[in-house]
């Protein structure tokens, strides 16, 4: 007990004699946690590095084409969208606890600058190391489980938070990776706390000597860090916002999703489509109506391997090449779909009336296919061979602008895009466009063509569409965002400290400078003008830090820039306004204390 006693004693003084910095440790280890637990706990369980999130998967996209082993649909690329947004998250948490470690120990090393003196005191009078070792132990564990304690509570609240508006499903959780942080940075804060005992003597101290002024290289890498992941949330934001602006123009459409009746075969299908357009837009009120492919309003469709009638002039290092392979999206749409979703024809003509079931198969590629793969960038007329089913030829009759996939994993998808007649390659499920009329009378129209047995129907709006397609990718957004903000603070804390120890290094200049006249005001210029000049550093250091990640960001999410200026400067402020918040205090004190007491400290 006296043992005991002998132990704690000493730890809570110390406790309370130094409780701003204690406060600081925990708070950073807590503000850490908090934005990292959310992140651990989307885990697998098969993997750290894969998430646990998935998104409702889509509906088959049956052209009646027979897909190639490397096919992919809608849900293939939301599945690589959202693993490459996870793994960057994951990679951005990383770079957290690594600036939460440098911020721990900066505080710890200021703290044990501090305490020298009192540890000498304690040795010369008689106290043994195993002590100093137990009550400093005591001190930092006491420290550590009030970080780690809070937050651990907020961190779990926050990811069931998160999770809770997660728009999709969940698989099983991994390993509880944010376990382990939390015991590494609890293990730091109280190696930390033992810092001053590293040199410690049995002999009575003596002043400090003043050293060579410190550096400032880590808190401008912190500071640059926080604004690379700070801008890189924003930029994500804004781009889900834009993705309406990618997508079809026409917010006045009507969106339903029509499947033709059961078990007919596509010859079938091809005449019960055909009737619905004609009852559709004979419909009153109506103005156009189209059919296309499951989700082809928002670009969602199934990308394949296509072949490609290059042209007889068309070479690869100087062989000839008259076949060309690639990577295209494949949509089915109706004579209106164009129109209904925004797309001029550029060359050519569009999916016209006559191109019916019994008609020779036709395609319209996009621009990008057409420059890339045909000869002068001209395709009309030349041959497209999709899949090895008995329609796998196409002639190409237009040309139409291009477009981007839109939602989580749309970046990823191929420039290329083949649109055939939805007449031609019926799918069992369509979509529906309609502008003008009403959804009953719609519905009647459609249902008098498809017959009794034809399955439900379901009613949407562009704007719905497109929210469903944000909505994942702002929920990105929010959790960049919180990753952000917790490492700007914890880089703050960290950088605080590390101003505070390099203006104490500057004593005996800042002493000097008032001794020879400077007033208290330009002493405090001195350091914030330093101080802008290391945010200002951090901001060249952010933006090179950056062009990584905004730039796979812009890969991953179409919509995404690569850059914005604005964004940039206004992180920029963020970043000067905090550095220089940090230089304030101890600038301010060091201007208040008279030259002979700043010489004398140092």
């Known amino acids: 007990m006296i043992q005991l006693r002998r132990t704690l004693l000493p730890a809570a003084a110390g406790l309370h004699a130094y409780w701003p910095t204690a406060a600081l440790l925990a708070a950073a280890t807590a503000v850490t946690l908090v934005a990292l637990l959310p992140v651990t706990s989307l885990s697998s369980a098969t993997s750290t590095f894969l998430p646990r999130l998935s998104l409702p998967a889509a509906a088959a996209i049956d052209l009646g084409i027979a897909w190639s082993s490397v096919a992919q649909g809608p849900s293939d690329l939301h599945a690589l969208g959202i693993t490459a947004l996870f793994r960057l998250l994951l990679g951005v948490a990383a770079l957290l606890v690594g600036v939460a470690l440098l911020a721990i120990t900066s505080v710890a090393a200021a703290r044990a600058q501090h305490r020298q003196r009192e540890v000498s005191i304690h040795r010369s009078v008689g106290a043994s190391r195993r002590h100093l070792i137990l009550s400093h132990g005591a001190e930092g564990a006491v420290v550590a489980l009030l970080g780690v304690g809070v937050?651990?509570?907020?961190?779990?609240?926050?990811?069931?938070?998160?999770?809770?508006?997660?728009?999709?499903?969940?698989?099983?959780?991994?390993?509880?990776?944010?376990?382990?942080?939390?015991?590494?940075?609890?293990?730091?804060?109280?190696?930390?706390?033992?810092?001053?005992?590293?040199?410690?003597?049995?002999?009575?101290?003596?002043?400090?000597?003043?050293g060579e002024p410190l550096g400032l290289a880590v808190p401008t890498f912190q500071l640059g860090?926080?604004?690379?992941?700070?801008?890189?949330?924003?930029?994500?934001?804004?781009?889900?916002?834009?993705?309406?602006?990618?997508?079809?123009?026409?917010?006045?459409?009507?969106?339903?999703?029509?499947?033709?009746?059961?078990?007919?075969?596509?010859?079938?299908?091809?005449?019960?489509?055909?009737?619905?357009?004609?009852?559709?837009?004979?419909?009153?009120?109506?103005?156009?109506?189209?059919?296309?492919?499951?989700?082809?309003?928002?670009?969602?469709?199934?990308?394949?391997?296509?072949?490609?009638?290059?042209?007889?002039?068309?070479?690869?290092?100087?062989?000839?090449?008259?076949?060309?392979?690639?990577?295209?999206?494949?949509?089915?749409?109706?004579?209106?779909?164009?129109?209904?979703?925004?797309?001029?024809?550029?060359?050519?003509?569009?999916?016209?009336?006559?191109?019916?079931?019994?008609?020779?198969?036709?395609?319209?590629?996009?621009?990008?296919?057409?420059?890339?793969?045909?000869?002068?960038?001209?395709?009309?007329?030349?041959?497209?061979?999709?899949?090895?089913?008995?329609?796998?030829?196409?002639?190409?009759?237009?040309?139409?602008?291009?477009?981007?996939?839109?939602?989580?994993?749309?970046?990823?998808?191929?420039?290329?895009?083949?649109?055939?007649?939805?007449?031609?390659?019926?799918?069992?499920?369509?979509?529906?466009?309609?502008?003008?009329g009403t959804p009953a009378t719609v519905a009647a129209a459609a249902r008098a063509a498809l017959g009794p047995t034809a399955g439900p129907f379901r009613t949407t709006s562009i704007s719905a569409i497109h929210r469903a397609e944000d909505t994942p990718v702002r929920w990105f957004a929010a959790l960049f965002g919180l990753v952000g903000c917790a490492l700007l603070i914890v880089a703050t804390t960290g950088t605080a400290t590390v101003v505070h120890q390099w203006i104490a290094s500057l004593k005996v200049e800042l002493g000097v400078r008032r001794a020879v006249g400077a007033s208290r005001r330009k002493v405090i210029a001195f350091v914030l003008v330093r101080m802008a000049a290391m945010a200002t550093v951090g901001t060249v250091v952010g933006l090179w830090l950056g062009t990584g990640l905004w730039g796979t960001l812009h890969q991953v999410v179409p919509g995404v820039p690569g850059w914005d200026a604005l964004t940039v400067l206004g992180a920029a402020g963020v970043l000067i306004g905090a550095a220089m918040a940090g230089g304030l205090a101890p600038a301010a004190r060091a201007a208040l204390a008279s030259p002979a007491g700043l010489m004398d400290s140092a």
């Open 151 to 210: 937050g651990s509570v907020l961190g779990c609240a926050t990811a069931a938070f998160v999770v809770r508006y997660w728009p999709g499903h969940l698989a099983p959780t991994g390993p509880a990776l944010g376990i382990w942080v939390a015991a590494v940075l609890a293990g730091t804060m109280v190696l930390g706390a033992l810092f001053p005992l590293a040199y410690a003597r049995r002999r009575v101290p003596r002043a400090a000597v003043g």
């Open 225 to 436: 860090l926080s604004l690379t992941v700070l801008v890189a949330a924003v930029l994500l934001w804004r781009g889900a916002g834009r993705s309406a602006s990618i997508g079809p123009t026409g917010a006045d459409l009507t969106v339903m999703h029509l499947a033709a009746s059961t078990g007919s075969t596509p010859a079938a299908r091809s005449a019960q489509y055909a009737g619905v357009l004609t009852h559709v837009e004979n419909a009153a009120g109506v103005g156009i109506a189209a059919i296309t492919s499951p989700g082809a309003v928002s670009g969602a469709g199934e990308s394949d391997i296509a072949v490609a009638h290059c042209g007889d002039g068309c070479s690869l290092g100087g062989l000839p090449l008259p076949y060309q392979t690639a990577r295209a999206m494949h949509y089915a749409v109706s004579p209106d779909s164009f129109d209904a979703m925004g797309l001029p024809i550029v060359a050519g003509r569009g999916i016209a009336d006559t191109d019916t079931w019994r008609a020779p198969r036709v395609a319209v590629v996009n621009q990008a296919f057409a420059m890339a793969h045909f000869e002068r960038g001209d395709p009309l007329g030349h041959e497209l061979r999709l899949g090895a089913g008995p329609w796998s030829r196409f002639v190409v009759v237009g040309v139409v602008a291009d477009r981007q996939v839109e939602g989580v994993g749309g970046g990823a998808a191929p420039a290329n895009a083949i649109y055939v007649s939805v007449l031609q390659q019926p799918p069992p499920h369509v979509d529906l466009l309609v502008r003008g």
